[in-house]
């Protein structure tokens, strides 16, 4: 049975994702009231995998959590702490309670996060995770053993528009599609002249695209991300306007930006839809989605 | 030339490994540890001083020509008595002259160096880590570099989403191995084989520990 989050992506809507971030340790009232707040706003809500390699609540502890709460959630699963016996059996787990959306990620190293020391593991890679997801699909692991029960996904991974060198990405955006990706979020877009030429790309393949939305929230945070974040650039005239917000108006200002651009790629149906990213702002994504006109 | 590449251990985790040994013995390597200037003859004699001054007695200091070789024991031997009165021998070749040493000789080695890669000088003391022995070779579809070694994740289906402007996401100094491989195949006109999905690696090409029997002639 297709994942409601599937049927939303195959009915030509608009599509509206989000995130919750686990927590760090189990006191779990923030996650439930940002999943509450959300469950009936977006189409599916994802659920991050130790982001930043910052040791959190698992994934899989949060997509239960917002299936729970009745929410649709994407399990993001990175290979960056798991060999393919765990991610394997972490699928099966997913998928026998309900969780039938993952989003197949190579994951950030361990040294950019809170556990520098950690063994990475990287057993698999992005692509290949997809191939195991549809492997399980068809009744047999990746030694090729019968399962006793398979599992079923709407699986799909990320590609970066805005990397330099492009093509190389693009290769990999091309073989994650041929191993199993049916939708593919980005990494945050901001300069949507950009963004057209990449669609113009990515309309090819048959894949859903979501794109990424980050909420800026400081014009600080802005040029903290064109030096520090890969394939991030947030256009000057961009870093200007937050700049030009009355004191105390920035996240606003960034909530408006935001709001304009779902509006755009919405109204000149440049993709299929938009993954929110409001990092630690979770709570003002329906306003983000009220500045789009979407509700 | 292939080379073990080494750093000195922090002075206080050396001080703390020979704690409670007085008498010390110091070893260098005229190899590997003198070409990255960690374990030659001036590193040997800067080492004891410092040692001295933290109160050890140094009972002797050698340079052999190769730690790692097996006549190391050979040539220390003329240092006996002195290596006998010391409580440890402190050996700043890297870990393969560390163990030729302590698999030698009945008394406690301690290593001055951390080994950190098996590597190749590319430029004047500039070295390279490009490969990491792992049994499986995949050079042969990389345009001959290896992504198992160069790729800070050892990915084998193209890069990963943290590479910026041909740098690797954990340090600005270190190449993106998967844009070098893009440069290169792109050059020989072959990036169809960077376009084929590869299957999982296979982890274990040869289990740790390697081991190696030549068969019988």
Same mark, same amino acid.
């Given at each position: 049975m297709p994942s409601a989050f599937k049927k939303a992506l195959d009915s030509k809507k608009f599509v509206v994702t989000s995130e919750v971030a686990p927590s760090k340790g189990t006191n779990l009232e923030k996650m439930?009231?940002?999943?509450?707040?959300?469950?009936?706003?977006?189409?599916?809500?994802?659920?991050?995998d130790h982001q930043s390699s910052v040791m959190r609540? *698992?994934?899989?502890?949060?997509?239960l959590l917002v299936k729970e709460h009745g929410g649709?959630?994407?399990?993001q699963m990175t290979c960056r702490d798991r060999n393919r016996l765990a991610l394997q059996a972490d699928l099966m787990l997913a998928s026998s309670r309900g969780i039938?959306?993952?989003?197949?990620?190579?994951?950030?190293?361990?040294m950019l996060g809170d556990h520098r020391e950690a063994k990475a593991v990287f057993d698999l890679d992005s692509s290949q995770l997809l191939e195991a997801v549809r492997t399980l699909e068809r009744g047999k692991d990746m030694s090729g053993n019968e399962l006793?029960?398979?599992?079923?996904?709407?699986?799909?991974?990320?590609?970066?528009?805005?990397?330099? *060198?492009?093509?190389?990405?693009?290769?990999?955006?091309?073989?994650?599609?041929?191993?199993?990706?049916?939708?593919?979020?980005?990494?945050?877009?901001?300069?949507?002249d950009n963004f057209k030429e990449f669609m113009d790309y990515a309309s090819r393949f048959d894949v859903k695209i979501l794109a990424g939305i980050i909420l800026l929230t400081s014009a600080g945070m802005a040029r903290f991300m064109n030096k520090n974040v890969a394939g991030v650039m947030v256009p000057q005239a961009l870093i200007d306007e937050m700049a030009s917000a009355p004191k105390g108006g920035a996240l606003k200002k960034g909530i408006e930006i935001a709001g304009r651009m779902i509006a755009q790629i919405k109204e000149e149906g440049i993709c299929d839809g938009v993954h929110i990213m409001a990092i630690g702002k979770e709570e003002v994504v329906p306003d983000i989605m009220a500045a789009a006109g979407l509700v | 030339m292939i080379r073990s590449i080494t750093q000195q251990k922090p002075m206080e985790e050396i001080e703390h490994l020979l704690e409670g040994m007085d008498r010390i013995f110091v070893i260098g390597c005229g190899t590997c540890t003198t070409l990255t200037r960690t374990g030659g003859v001036e590193q040997v004699a800067e080492m004891s !001083?410092?040692?001295?001054?933290?109160?050890?007695?140094i009972t002797g200091t050698t340079v052999v020509p190769v730690a790692c070789d097996n006549l190391t024991s050979d040539i220390l031997s003329e240092f006996g008595p002195r290596m006998n009165q010391a409580d440890a021998l402190l050996v700043m070749s890297c870990a393969f002259g560390v163990q030729t040493i302590a698999s030698?000789?009945?008394?406690?080695?301690?290593?001055?160096?951390?080994?950190?890669?098996?590597?190749? !000088?590319?430029?004047?003391?500039?070295?390279? !880590?490009?490969?990491?022995?792992?049994?499986?070779?995949?050079?042969g579809e990389t345009g001959g570099i290896c992504p198992v070694t160069a790729c800070h994740k050892g990915l084998v289906n193209g890069p990963c989403g943290g590479t910026n402007n041909g740098k690797c996401e954990i340090d600005d100094n270190k190449d993106c191995a998967w844009t070098m491989i893009y440069n290169r195949l792109k050059e020989l006109d072959r990036l169809d084989i960077m376009r084929t999905y590869k299957k999982p690696r296979n982890q274990l090409g040869?289990?740790?520990?390697?081991?190696?029997?030549?068969?019988?002639?």
């Open positions: 439930v009231h940002h999943i509450e707040l959300l469950k009936d706003k977006v189409d599916a809500m994802n659920v991050t609540f *698992p994934s899989l502890g949060g997509a649709e959630p994407i399990l039938n959306n993952v989003l197949c990620l190579t994951g950030d190293s361990v006793d029960g398979d599992v079923n996904f709407c699986a799909g991974a990320i590609v970066t528009p805005e990397a330099n *060198p492009i093509e190389p990405q693009l290769i990999k955006f091309e073989k994650k599609i041929e191993a199993g990706a049916e939708f593919i979020q980005t990494q945050a877009v901001y300069d949507m | !001083e410092k040692l001295s001054s933290k109160g050890k007695v030698q000789l009945c008394q406690m080695v301690v290593p001055a160096q951390n080994t950190m890669f098996i590597g190749k !000088e590319n430029a004047a003391g500039r070295f390279s !880590e490009i490969c990491t022995q792992c049994g499986t070779c995949v050079i040869e289990p740790k520990p390697g081991s190696f029997q030549l068969p019988p002639d």
